[in-house]
């Protein structure tokens, strides 16, 4: 389940999330450093992973999350942002 993101952040990467593993599809390489982050609804962050220069698909194991919803944040930390609600 996808919600949420900027039509530019969207058209950029697609996140979703398939048993305890998320996934993100990005349609082009960052050229910078790029951060994903797990975080509960409450705020805390479950897993943070830091990529350089990625590209193609990146698969997060979150096996630690009980079921439910929360939020993934890609970020670059300077032009691109996208948050996304997903279903564990």
Same mark, same amino acid.
């Given at each position: 389940m996808l919600v949420g993101g900027?039509?530019?952040?969207?058209? $950029?990467a697609t996140i979703f999330a398939?048993?305890?593993t998320v996934s !993100? +599809?990005?349609q082009n390489e960052t050229g910078? $450093?790029?951060?994903v982050r797990v975080i509960t609804l409450g705020?805390? !962050? +479950?897993?943070?992973e830091s990529f350089e220069s990625a590209a193609?698909?990146?698969?997060l194991n979150v096996a630690a999350a009980t079921a439910g919803v929360?939020?993934?944040q890609l970020t670059?930390?300077?032009q691109f942002s996208l948050a996304t609600k997903v279903i564990l």
């Open positions: 900027t039509a530019t952040a969207a058209a $950029r398939s048993g305890k !993100v +599809l990005l910078s $450093r790029l951060i705020g805390q !962050v +479950l897993q943070q193609g698909r990146i698969d929360y939020v993934v670059d930390g300077n």
